[in-house]
């Protein structure tokens, strides 16, 4: 069996009708770049000959013939076949001419021909299909049989007749469908074979010819409904000869009303289409785009549309490759209809996952990647899919129905599907329906993949930023601290933005504010080394200008691409100073606790991270408790087409506002630099509030190198402890650390002197021991024999956090403990 332009099936005797097709493909120079065997024996030029050579010379027009009614130029499309080859009509085009040339022996060959435009990146401009219309004519004015019948050829139903170029898959000289669409890639080379097999299928179903194509993805194509309406009116006239000859008189104005009946249907449809197209996609948020599809063919196409996607499309995940099973779970994301409010609502939730089996159609669409029509839903087959919800009976809303069941598909994966059904009062869902579902769910696949991409990056780049940015502890000792990182909203959502808090010896904190210069994956990286960078230094207890100085050095070896602002502040909450440098940042601004008054601080503005070979300096500026600290990267005071000065002027009039919390601060000053518009670069906030440390909760001694001296450290944190009203089991735990610490100190100091001290901050004790020895501690595995080993290892365990640093008369090792949980 064969099929002919409407799909059904034809007796094998009705293909006798063939002709060979002619193919040639030409470049965008006029040039021949593919010469068929049709073209061969059509025009009697060889492939060697005519490949390679201007077209107007392999195909001399002679004349057109446009008395033909058939076979004149169709639909306006355009004039002749020479003004396609001259390039000068950019739309498809077809019609009727005499060729003459060297290649025939100077005999003129009568042609159909019809031109097509190529659309892609490759280099063929136009495909030309050409038959003998002689052969034509001579196979469609056969008389009938001798035995009084007519012919196979001449009892072919309406749309039959004429199964020529148009549906060219149908009259090219390759012998059958899995040949064409094997060598469609060769005449097609921007063609994949999967791409092939999927138009060689329409064009066999439906007889339409599909010719425009896009190199990455495959855009759907509105097929060219044009030629099926030549097709029709050929087999019109036919149908009135043939009427005539048995002395039937034809209906009046029947011929009329059905063409204009089958051209308003076409329309109609090429219009929804047209319409989906400009309604869906306006957004990348895939719910949003979910809405959209679902919304835009109800109630126009169907009266009930529901959409599934599988779990991970909808969770954001990959998901196994190949098709789906019976296993795969399957989201309900929307369902749209137009019965009454909340009919469908308890039987089919939106929300529910679910499986389906192989016996349903839904299961045949989503592995096959084919729309699945079902004319009406028969009791039997609605049975088989209400098996499927439990204790919920889901016929009365199928049965007798009409179904189309369409998949949503892009780059060759099902990432769902849609639903149709139409009320038994509407016409069922025919061919074009079919077809037109296919185009739509084509289309609304494209978008959803594309929202499903951008959801999908935009989680990957939300993870990332947020796994490379700290994670700050809300309070330090003698200051409180509150961030806001935002991401760049027109950019991308990875920056090189980044805050940071170190602690430092001496109940110091170390307060860190970039941005590396750009946006994207590549700043993001950079910002991650440079804010490990600072962390490992700050540790070290570098002060603020050889900070920067080691960083600059640093990027420099990184490479030369990329540049960085920092601004470095190093906060002593027992002296009650600020240390900064900076390198290129935007200043920060100090809102003073007496008077509500809030400023600029006035710094060295130094050269950003990356310049190489430029100083930095450091200045000390005396703070007082209850003062605030605001740092920030530009992203929040600069806005496109407005000076920054204003920003900053902003910023500092907004961060004297009085505020209940940090947090709402924060929230404020985002508020108040976030509205203006036009920003596009992400954006860090660091405020610390400067609470400082009294006098009365610090405590320090200085101890002799001498081991006695040990037993006078506990009694010394004893007695403290004691009048600040400790915790008795923090205190038995502080006289254990201390005696370690100190006991070491004694027996490694180089000098005379050994400092202790005890820093209350709130409910937390802070504890150090400082000594004039350069030589860092570190853990050591101590076995049950080794007298050495053992103290370290006592202090990790028990402290809430120890470490050590290098000062500049030697080294500091401390502690911190915190009350135990009651």
Known sequence: MDRGTTGGPVPQSAVAGRIP????????????????TGARKLFGYSREDAVGSPAGDLLPV?????????????DGLGPDLETSLDGRIPYRSAGRARLAGPGRDGSRVDVLWWAYPLIGPGPERLLVLAADAERLVDEDDHEPGQDGRESDQDSREPGQVERIAPGFALHTDFPGADELA??????????SVGESSRIVAQILELGYPVLEFSKHDRVPVTPDWGVARRAERKARRLRTERAAAEGIAPEPGAADESEDLEYAAVREH????NEVSGRIGSSLDLSQTILEVSRAVVPRFTDVAGTYLREQVVAGEGFPEGPPDETTMWHRVALEHTDEPGRWDDVVPVGESMPFPSHTPFFQCMTSGDPVLVPRITEEMGNAIASQFEKRDIRPLINHRSMLVVPLKARNVVLGFMILLRHRERPVFNDMDRVTGAELAARAGLVLDNARMYTYQESVADTLQDSMLPHIEPRMTGCDIATRYLPGMLLGRVGGDWFDSVKLPGSRTALVVGDVMGHGLNSAAMMGQLRTAVQTMAALDLPPEQLLRNLDDLAQRLGEHYLATCLYAVYDPIAGELRLGNAGHIPPVLVRADDGRSELLELPTGAPIGVGGVPFEAVTVRVAPGDRLLMCTDGLVEVRGEDIGVGLATLTETAAHPAASMDDACDTIIRALNTRGGRKDDVALLMARLNGVADEDVASWRLALDPSEVSRARELVRGQLRVWSSDSALSETAELLVSELVTNAVRHSNGRRVELRLVRSGATLMCEVEDDDHTLPTLLSAGPGDEFGRGLRVVSVLAKEWGTSRTNSGKTVWFELSPPRR
């Open 21 to 36: 097709l002619a193919v040639v493909v030409i470049d965008g120079a006029g040039l021949v770049s593919h010469w068929s």
């Open 62 to 74: 002679s004349g057109a013939i446009p008395e033909d009614p058939d076979f004149g130029v169709y």
């Open 270 to 273: 090429l219009e929804f289409l």
């Open 182 to 191: 094997r060598r469609l890639p060769e005449i097609l080379p921007s063609m």
